[in-house]
């Protein structure tokens, strides 16, 4: 879980209106990608979130059949 300097940030994405890396609004954020410094959750678009958050590792592996 990454944690997100509040400073520098508008009102907006501190209270999860607007994504914490590009503003934007609409559709608002809902992806969780970290928490402030207060506990409270910092939300990103899906796009920034992608971007953000570390690809899933690969449980299952597959093997060529023969």
Same mark, same amino acid.
């Given at each position: 879980?990454?944690?997100?300097?509040?400073?520098?940030?508008?009102?907006?994405?501190?209270?999860?209106?607007?994504?914490?890396?590009?503003?934007?609004?609409? *559709?608002? @954020?809902?992806?969780? !990608?970290?928490? %402030? =410094?207060?506990?409270?959750?910092?939300?990103?678009?899906?796009?920034?979130?992608?971007?953000?958050? *570390?690809? @899933?590792?690969?449980? !299952?592996?597959? %093997? =060529?059949?023969?």
């Amino acid at each position: 879980m990454l944690t997100f300097d509040p400073e520098g940030m508008s009102a907006a994405q501190r209270q999860g209106d607007a994504c914490v890396v590009c503003h934007k609004r609409w *559709p608002r @954020p809902r992806v969780r !990608v970290g928490r %402030f =410094p207060d506990d409270m959750t910092a939300l990103a678009c899906a796009d920034c979130a992608e971007a953000l958050l *570390p690809a @899933p590792l690969a449980t !299952v592996v597959a %093997f =060529p059949a023969r």
